[in-house]
């Protein structure tokens, strides 16, 4: 089963995505750019082994400490296990395509539309 890993500030945001997606994927989520580092980096977690290798990151972009762009070029530069992960860049802001591809995301969708986040993640995915 392919693994997503879920990062935003919002309880809210993380249970309706996991949600979501929980019947199709693996979800793991975090609450910050912090805990989704330290997932990324440790396989060990809560005393549970776990793979810390995913096959998409989808991100907020504002979070309180390493922002949504801090988290995708960690795991672009940084990250040698999901290095070619796809980040797809999850926001209520105005970016650019660029912006988003200059940080390392593959794509970024706007919070208001979960129904594109859920198809290109379904697209992205089951191909």
């Known amino acids: 089963m392919k693994r997503?890993?879920?990062?935003?500030?919002s309880?809210?945001?993380?249970?309706q995505l996991s949600d979501d997606l929980s019947n199709e994927f693996d979800i793991v989520t975090a609450e910050s750019g912090e805990e989704a580092i330290a997932i990324l980096d440790d396989p060990m977690r809560d005393g549970i082994c776990f793979s810390n290798?995913?096959?998409m990151i989808i991100t907020?972009?504002?979070?309180?400490?390493i922002s949504g762009f801090e988290l995708a070029a960690y795991v672009k530069q940084k990250n040698k296990v999901n290095r070619y992960t796809p980040v797809i860049m999850l926001t209520s802001?105005?970016?650019?395509k660029e912006e988003a591809r200059q940080h390392g995301?593959?794509?970024?969708?706007?919070?208001?539309?979960?129904?594109?986040l859920l198809s290109l993640v379904r697209i992205l995915l089951t191909c």
């Open 60 to 65: 907020d972009l504002r979070m309180p400490g």
């Open 53 to 55: 290798i995913f096959d």
């Open 105 to 116: 995301c593959i794509a970024y969708v706007s919070k208001a539309d979960k129904k594109r």
């Open 4 to 9: 997503i890993l879920i990062v935003d500030d």
């Open 93 to 96: 802001e105005s970016i650019t």
């Open 11 to 15: 309880p809210l945001v993380l249970s």
